[in-house]
């Protein structure tokens, strides 16, 4: 459901429009100042992102792993809210069980 200044999304039809890649990003909303979309890792996947230019939100709904922020590793799981500034190096490992991640990212200046 939308209109030109809003929009509802459902989690669990947004969750099952992701195929069976072990690792897939799938954004559902991008506009102007900012984007969303559900990032999955499956257990022993390897996550290769590289630092983005814009600054991000991870909020982690199901999955457990560590997660590097430049020099630092930290345990993250479900409800763990991670804020990555723009051009930090980043990613996950150590994929214990599959992970789902609600991602924003705000738009690049």
């Known amino acids: 459901m939308s ?3 809003w929009q509802i999304f459902d989690l669990g039809e947004l ?3 992701l195929g ?6 799938r954004e559902f ?11 999955r ?6 996550d ?19 997660m590097r922020l430049g020099e630092e590793e930290h345990d993250v799981g479900p409800g763990s809210l991670l804020y990555v500034g ?14 789902t991640l609600l991602v924003f990212f705000a738009a690049s200046q």
Request: charged share 30%; glycine share 4%; proline share 5%.
């Open 48 to 66: 290769m992102q590289s630092p983005h230019d814009e600054d991000e939100i991870y909020y982690v709904i199901e999955g457990r792993a560590k």
């Open 41 to 46: 890792l499956a257990v022993g996947s390897k």
């Open 29 to 39: 909303l991008n506009v102007p100042a900012l984007s969303c979309g559900l990032y």
């Open 86 to 99: 723009a051009t930090e190096a980043h990613s996950f490992f150590e994929i214990e069980q599959d992970m």
């Open 15 to 17: 969750r099952e429009k």
């Open 20 to 25: 069976d890649a072990p690792v897939e990003y």
């Open 3 to 5: 209109n030109d200044t």
